[in-house]
DNA sequence: GTTAACAATCTCAACGTTGAAATAAAATCA
DNA sequence: TGATTTTATTTCAACGTTGAGATTGTTAAC
């Protein structure tokens, strides 16, 4: 059986044989692009259920995994994410006035912010990452974990030719 | 070696042990949301050297790859963008602006917009397409073939199990 | 043939991100 | 010390998308 993409695929061939050696790429960038729209409509609704934005799950547990006193610099938060300084500004404003972070700033390099999750926001963290955990498997739900292993293999090996090898 | 998602996997393995077991899912999901970050900002850069736009080029081989008349109704546009109906409104009135499509009011159905390529659209998705396969190849230059298969195939049931399997 | 239900597109305000410029602090060097 | 460069964050206008509602046209029911 096939899905949109095979059915994009199928179009180019028709249309420009010439090209149908070179369509291979499609196969896989393209459902990347697709699958990650689904992702990101299932996390949407997901978060909204918990008074979230999408953005504010990223820095939450971005926070919380980085272990006591669950603190990192705007900074460290960008490349963490993927998106530029003002949406970090952005996010970490609207999670301080929720209260789930707060900045502090440093005592030694005045330029730089260091935001802290607050009580409440590991609270919130702690709660939403076990049911996040829950969500995205059953987003994997007719994979089974051998192959899962292998395409994340192939993703790892992906990124780091694209240079995305730390987080800090 | 490893990648971001390593990291940020391993940072959750020693805050959390108890949730060692269902990590997993992030090993795939999170590096298919940031492959595909990656991918965007390639073709930001790619669509600019070209005077377009990511949407504008999706808009323009969705178009071409249809074959002639190489028309499609507005709404036809919608699932094979994976965008709402004001995103592609927006999209045609800048492509029209260009002079890359035209409107043309269809006859039976006055609702319905149908969305014509112009020659000069002909003209610039052919050069595109051709350009953008390879530089679609050349982001997947450390996979071969059959692993880029394996990951395709892996994808392609993931996509069928959400319900990506039409395009209008 | 009129009314109601449905369908396709457009409108528009709200939203989050980008990217460049501004601000402010620290580090480097003369 | 003072001047320059570098670093960290914030600001802000522009941009594209969303999502709800408005608009316009079609189909179905009576």
Redesign the interface.
């Known amino acids: 059986?096939?899905?949109?993409?095979?059915?994009?695929v199928g179009?180019?061939a028709?249309?420009?044989p010439d090209?149908t050696d070179?369509?291979?790429?499609?196969?896989?960038?393209a459902?990347?692009?697709?699958?990650?729209?689904?992702?990101?409509k299932q996390l949407k609704a997901f978060v909204a259920e918990r008074d979230l934005e999408v953005g504010e799950l990223d820095i939450l547990t971005t926070l919380?995994?980085?272990?006591p006193p669950y603190t990192l610099t705007a900074g460290a938060l960008i490349?963490?994410a993927?998106v530029t300084s003002g949406a970090i500004t952005n996010r970490i404003d609207r999670m301080e006035a929720k209260g789930l972070v707060e900045r502090v700033r440093d005592g030694q390099d005045r330029r730089s912010v260091r935001v802290r999750l607050t009580d409440q926001g590991r609270e919130v963290a702690e709660k939403v990452?076990?049911e996040h955990?829950?969500h995205?498997?059953s987003?994997?739900?007719?994979?089974d974990?051998d192959?899962?292993?292998?395409?994340?293999s192939?993703?790892?090996?992906?990124?780091?030719?694209?240079g995305?090898?730390?987080?800090g």
């Not at 059986?1 to 994009?8: E, R």
């Not at 192959?147 to 994340?152: I, N, Q």
């Not at 995305?164 to 987080?167: F, G, L």
């Open positions: 059986m096939s899905d949109a993409v095979d059915v994009i179009q180019w028709a249309q420009r090209l070179e369509l291979w790429p499609i196969e896989v960038l459902r990347i692009q697709r699958m990650n729209r689904i992702i990101e919380r995994r980085s272990g490349p963490a993927m990452m076990a955990l829950q995205f498997a987003l994997l739900a007719p994979l974990r192959t899962c292993d292998t395409v994340a192939a993703l790892r090996t992906l990124l780091k030719s694209h995305d090898t730390s987080i």
